[in-house]
């Protein structure tokens, strides 16, 4: 506690400086209340834990009682009782047995105690990359786009190599085994990720429903450039609501394995082994919630309750895929090659199956495609008549060089 004290007031005197350095930029009581600010957003983010864990990859785990993380700040679950298991699962799974996800975190077999959960600890150093107070932990709709919003997403920074299911208007869930890698970000502003979508209404109309889920390398929102397992929703198109990980109420976690927002290790070697996990999100057809599971683990789920056209319906979009936010277009996506490399040197998304109306899972009926700068990341679909392969993709590519010829599609 007496550590905490010193750096309070070691931020708060570095503060005063910079006002004295550069008074037209910042008075000392506008120093002193974003400094406030500041730990008014570290102390609703960080839980007090019943135990600490330095994990090796410079991380600090809390462990944290489950009735007492972030999600319950949320004002329409202060009465919520925790759903511990869901009331049951899609039929169809290709593999019914959990499998081990690898985070570093636990490596040297590290665990929480019993009725906690872990979560990363936010640190100062975190929120002060933040362009603002209010926007940490947060896409924004001025600098966020949706996959079939990817005209709007090019004249914004984002490019995708994504794939969509076709054929249904309604969908349940979705599940897809996705290839990890570690991108080298060009800057620490941009990102890249593979993941999966969920999503009903508009990303125009600002009413999109999301839920999202994989992999990313983000330095700005991190401090590093480690894969780092993450999460995300909005009800609103990225506009006031909604938050990666569990930098906002909302997500409940329920598994005391899995750090949402940890880091993942080991990834995927050019030419040599791969890495994968699988990833599935339903709802749940007794209570409505959205249930997330990796590797066969229910992770925890999101109530129906803090979404709007996700709570009285389900959704009329899936899609699987990488994106890239980079301005400059030189942060690579995925492996950072292209799919007709294949396995082993191209990014891919594999057994991909959407969940019906019946909570069964099935491959989609068909798959369009989307890669609006397919000259810098692209993406291609094939089929195997194999079920561990199924329905799948490759996408990535190495961006492209600045001041190159570059056709929209």
């Given at each position: ?25 910042l ?11 500041r ?20 991380d ?55 009725n ?11 929120v ?35 794939a ?22 060009a ?37 590093d ?23 906002c ?18 990834v ?6 791969q ?69 082993g ?65």
């Amino acid at each position: 506690m007496a550590a905490a004290r010193t750096w309070s007031r070691r931020g708060l005197v570095a503060l005063l400086l910079l006002a004295m350095i550069f008074p037209s930029l910042l008075s000392p009581s506008d120093a002193t209340s974003t400094y406030l600010r500041r730990r008014q957003v570290l102390k609703r983010l960080n839980k007090p834990p019943l135990a600490t864990i330095q994990s090796p990859d410079g991380d600090i785990i809390d462990c944290v009682h489950i009735s007492r993380q972030p999600a319950f700040d949320h004002p329409l679950l202060k009465d919520h009782t925790i759903q511990m298991q869901p009331s049951s699962q899609p039929s169809g799974l290709y593999g019914e047995a959990t499998r081990p996800f690898t985070q570093t975190w636990n490596q040297n077999g590290e665990k929480c105690p019993d009725n906690t959960i872990p979560i990363r600890r936010t640190k100062e150093e975190d929120v002060m990359r933040a362009t603002s107070l209010t926007t940490f932990g947060k896409k924004t709709h001025d600098m966020s786009s949706h996959p079939h919003s990817h005209l709007a997403g090019v004249t914004s920074g984002h490019y995708y190599g994504v794939a969509y299911a076709t054929g249904d208007a309604n969908y349940y869930g979705t599940k897809v085994t996705i290839n990890v890698w570690q991108p080298t970000i060009a800057t620490s502003g941009d990102f890249s990720l593979s993941q999966l979508w969920i999503s009903a209404g508009s990303y125009d109309n600002k009413d999109l429903n999301t839920i999202e889920t994989g992999w990313q390398v983000y330095p700005a929102m991190y401090g590093d450039d480690k894969t780092r397992f993450f999460i995300y929703w909005t009800r609103d198109a990225y506009n006031e609501t909604g938050c990666y990980n569990l930098a906002c109420s909302g997500f409940i976690q329920t598994n005391p394995q899995f750090v949402i927002g940890g880091s993942i290790s080991p990834v995927s070697t050019y030419g040599d082994t791969q890495y994968e996990y699988d990833y599935l999100v339903w709802k749940d057809p007794a209570g409505g919630n959205w249930w997330l599971q990796v590797q066969g683990n229910n992770v925890g789920y999101w109530p129906s309750s803090i979404f709007t056209l996700l709570q009285t319906g389900v959704a009329d979009s899936v899609e699987w895929g990488g994106e890239v936010n980079s301005p400059q277009i030189t942060t690579p996506m995925g492996s950072g090659h292209f799919p007709e490399e294949g396995f082993g040197k191209a990014t891919y998304s594999r057994a991909i199956q959407v969940v019906d109306s019946s909570n069964n899972l099935k491959p989609p009926n068909g798959v369009g495609l989307i890669a609006p700068l397919p000259s810098c990341y692209n993406v291609m679909t094939g089929s195997s008549s194999t079920t561990s392969w199924g329905t799948y993709i490759y996408y990535g590519g190495p961006g492209c060089p600045q001041n190159s010829q570059i056709e929209v599609m």
